[in-house]
């Protein structure tokens, strides 16, 4: 199973949006509706961000969001916050016997 | 508050053994499937291993199949991943993960800090 395919960096501004994108294949991303977003700051255990494609766990703030087309699933962040750099990785289910793929990870800066 | 603590990691050369250990606290521990998760230095994650809340179901990312054995046991709310065949390439941090739900796929909601295995000479 190949890993999902991530740009390596986005960058914003305070206040600005960035939007990440996670494509994959028609047998994971676009299959399967369980599409989760992660956040990991260096050094530190990753934090499930969005669920089922576009769901929020309890304490996530409402600027992130997700949304999927096709074999592509992507994750906005709005209203950019020093605290939003960090690197995000993307995993969707693959109903195979490998049940998880992660994306390549993206580096979201805060200029 | 759910907690997840691992154990076991460290220094272990080519071909030898480690046993890794995750004490699960705050949840209704069978009721979830658990993974371990690693990453390797500078690298993305990569899922190692998968198991349903009963047990009954077990899964294994191709690169550690037939090396690598995950168990839990449901009396000590405690997840294991027993290592063998140790490369150079398992080095990496290697994380327990909660699934959201009974069986594996829907997304990991907490992880613990992470343990440490380092396969080297």
């Known amino acids: 199973q190949s890993a999902l395919t991530q740009p390596p960096s986005a960058s914003g501004s305070p206040g600005q949006s960035v939007t990440i994108s996670c494509t994959g294949l028609?047998?994971?991303?676009?299959?399967?509706?369980?599409v989760s977003w992660y956040q990991q700051h260096p050094g530190k255990a990753p934090k499930l961000m969005i669920y089922e494609i576009s769901k929020r766990p309890s304490g996530v703030p409402h600027r992130f969001s997700g949304s999927k087309s096709g074999n592509t699933a992507s994750l906005t962040v709005s209203g950019l916050q020093a605290e939003d750099e960090a690197d995000y990785y993307c995993s969707s289910d693959t109903g195979s016997n490998n049940p998880y793929v992660f994306g390549t990870g993206t580096k979201v800066t805060v200029l | 508050e759910v907690q997840l603590l691992e154990s076991g990691g460290g220094l272990v050369q080519p071909g030898g053994s480690l046993r890794l250990s995750c004490a699960a606290s705050g949840f209704t521990f069978s009721n979830y499937a658990m993974s371990w998760v690693r990453q390797a230095p500078g690298k993305g994650l990569e899922w190692v291993s998968g198991?349903?809340?009963?047990?009954?179901?077990?899964q294994y990312a191709g690169s550690v199949k037939g090396r690598f054995t995950i168990s839990r046991d449901n009396s000590k709310n405690t997840l294991f991943l027993q290592m063998s065949s140790l490369r150079v390439g398992d080095t990496a941090v290697y994380y327990c993960a909660k699934d959201l739900r009974f069986s594996s796929g829907y997304g990991f909601d907490y992880w613990g800090q992470g343990d440490l295995v380092t396969v080297s000479s």
């Open positions: 028609i047998s994971d991303v676009g299959a399967y509706n369980y």
């Open positions: 198991i349903s809340g009963s047990g009954g179901n077990i």
